[in-house]
């Protein structure tokens, strides 16, 4: 069974898994703090390496990267909305998509709705408190689940190979990468 073995490859690389990704956030935090999201770049090409993405699902995942890190403008569809549309598109056809660049457009997806939400006005006549504080930009957070999706995804893949065991990875990254962003904290560095 698949999912029994992929189960099973989960709990024997647990604590080894454990260990990178903590390991990673702890060689992060000594390095310089950086106010903006790393490049990404790299970053993809080494997933997509690590992964085994294919040229096609890697261009879809590039998208959702340069979606993300794309200001909005007033002539132009909102970069959240099309993250959306696109993690859409690409969720009707899942049986021909890998399944990482899915868990990553899934998590970009998520982020991008939440940030849309917070962005809509109060259906009560008053402002949230999003509207009125000056707390970090709604992209930025989506910009910070995205990179530390794909920043997570590298670090468990230097442990396993198990598709399964690199989207947890990708998924804990996300989760302390838009923690540390909304928290107002910069960037982390994962490597």
Same mark, same amino acid.
């Given at each position: 069974?698949?999912?029994? *073995?992929?189960?099973?490859? =989960?709990?024997?690389?647990?604590?080894?898994?454990?260990?990178?990704?903590?390991?990673?956030?702890?060689?992060?935090?000594?390095?310089?703090?950086?106010?903006?999201?790393?490049?990404?770049?790299?970053?993809?090409?080494?997933?997509?390496? *690590?992964?085994?993405?294919?040229?096609?699902?890697?261009?879809?995942?590039?998208?959702?990267?340069?979606?993300?890190?794309?200001?909005?403008?007033?002539? +132009?569809?909102?970069?959240? +909305?099309?993250?959306?549309? =696109?993690?859409?598109? =690409?969720?009707?056809?899942?049986?021909?998509?890998?399944?990482?660049? =899915?868990?990553?457009?899934?998590?970009?997806?998520?982020?991008?709705?939440?940030?849309?939400?917070?962005?809509?006005?109060?259906?009560?006549?008053?402002?949230?408190?999003?509207?009125?504080?000056?707390?970090?930009?709604?992209?930025?957070?989506?910009?910070?689940?995205?990179?530390?999706?794909?920043?997570?995804?590298?670090?468990?893949?230097?442990?396993?190979?198990?598709?399964?065991?690199?989207?947890?990875?990708?998924?804990?990254?996300?989760?302390?990468?838009?923690?540390?962003?909304?928290?107002?904290?910069?960037?982390?560095?994962?490597?």
């Amino acid at each position: 069974m698949t999912g029994t *073995a992929n189960l099973t490859s =989960l709990a024997t690389t647990a604590g080894r898994a454990h260990g990178v990704l903590v390991g990673s956030l702890l060689r992060g935090s000594r390095k310089p703090a950086r106010s903006t999201a790393p490049p990404m770049d790299k970053p993809l090409a080494e997933l997509r390496d *690590a992964a085994g993405i294919s040229k096609q699902d890697f261009e879809q995942l590039a998208q959702i990267v340069r979606l993300a890190n794309t200001k909005p403008t007033k002539t +132009q569809p909102d970069p959240l +909305q099309q993250i959306r549309d =696109l993690d859409e598109a =690409l969720q009707r056809k899942a049986k021909s998509v890998h399944p990482l660049v =899915l868990a990553i457009s899934s998590i970009a997806s998520d982020s991008a709705s939440t940030a849309l939400k917070a962005k809509a006005p109060a259906t009560n006549g008053t402002k949230s408190k999003r509207q009125d504080s000056k707390s970090v930009s709604l992209g930025a957070v989506v910009v910070a689940d995205i990179a530390g999706a794909v920043l997570g995804g590298i670090a468990m893949s230097k442990v396993s190979n198990d598709t399964v065991d690199i989207m947890i990875g990708a998924a804990i990254g996300a989760v302390f990468s838009s923690q540390q962003v909304a928290g107002g904290h910069p960037f982390p560095v994962f490597d």
